[in-house]
């Protein structure tokens, strides 16, 4: 097995490099905020541990041996190499938009929009994750996410987008028979989908307590979008924000069941932390994010007004 010859001392190798390209000892010093004595001290180290003389010294400049030429001309370029290396880091990280959100956020609303952030900033290329739980944005995968709750995360700048609120929704074909969920004492004809928590909820804001949904729920789906999936089909009545599904209520393809609007008291939040949150493209992101939750509050301010009174 041959030994691999020792590396040496990087520090010494950086200290050559610079006396090597500014000639002097003195100015290399200066560019790597030392003193004199240190860069001669590293140079020294590296002398002896390469076993060659790699300058002669004068009285104010140092000139290169011959193995220092050969030795400065490789150095020079490796760290040319690692300069521009840094430098297109930054370009990247610059021109890349990491983000992470909730699965229905993510498909139903800002998937059909990112369209017009790309035509409104072509220069930032944007990576989407979608995940039912929350990502820490503090490992550097993520530049910044989309959550919902009430905008308390520690280390984190928030930005309020629009309320969580639900109401329930069906194909237009289903309202008639879907009226009885007004009282859930009524027997019901058409099976329940979605979070029973939220239904639960959406009848105790209406008045009732304790209210019993078993054996009223049909099939039973992961994510809020596929609840609504399954209403568009007729496959029965899905609690939903009007907001995120706001598309779906325009087109006609859903109907309210009931125009009576809830809400937890949370919110969607576009948050980043704290120490980026002046990051140039997550600043772009954000305001751009920011007027289309301000547009989609507008578009569904029928379904909202309800909460302010």
């Not at 590293?42 to 541990?49: I, N, T």
């Not at 980043?272 to 140039?280: D, E, F, T, V």
Request: charged share 20%.
């Amino acid at each position: 097995m041959v030994d691999t010859p020792r590396m040496p001392s990087l520090i010494a190798i950086r200290a050559f490099e610079a006396a090597a390209r500014l000639g002097s000892f003195a100015q290399a010093a200066q560019e790597l905020d030392t003193s004199a004595a240190s860069v001669s001290y590293h140079v020294r180290r590296l002398e002896d541990q390469v076993g060659v003389r790699l300058f002669v010294r004068h009285p104010q400049r140092v000139t290169l041996t011959s193995p220092g030429e050969v030795m400065a001309a490789e150095a020079t370029k490796a760290f040319a190499a690692l300069r521009a290396s840094f430098i297109r880091a930054v370009e990247t990280d610059r021109s890349q938009l990491s983000l992470t959100a909730l699965p229905s956020f993510g498909t139903s609303w800002l998937t059909p929009r990112l369209g017009r952030f790309r035509a409104r900033h072509p220069d930032i290329s944007l990576e989407l994750d979608l995940s039912a739980e929350a990502q820490d944005l503090s490992a550097g995968k993520f530049d910044a996410a989309i959550r919902n709750g009430h905008g308390q995360w520690a280390g984190l700048h928030t930005t309020e987008l629009f309320p969580s609120v639900f109401m329930p929704l069906c194909a237009p074909a289903l309202r008639a028979a879907a009226a009885a969920i007004a009282d859930p004492r009524e027997p019901l004809r058409v099976p329940l989908l979605g979070r029973s928590d939220w239904w639960q909820l959406w009848y105790q804001a209406r008045g009732f307590a304790d209210v019993d949904l078993h054996g009223r729920f049909g099939t039973h789906l992961s994510a809020e979008y596929l609840d609504i999936a399954a209403a568009i089909a007729g496959h029965g009545i899905a609690i939903g924000s009007p907001i995120l599904f706001h598309h779906a209520l325009q087109s006609g393809e859903l109907v309210p069941a009931h125009d009576f609007v809830a809400r937890d008291g949370r919110a969607f939040w576009f948050t980043c932390p704290a120490g980026r949150q002046h990051s140039a493209k997550i600043v772009k992101f954000r305001e751009w994010v920011g007027d289309e939750a301000s547009a989609a509050r507008h578009a569904a301010r029928h379904f909202l007004a309800p909460l302010h009174r």
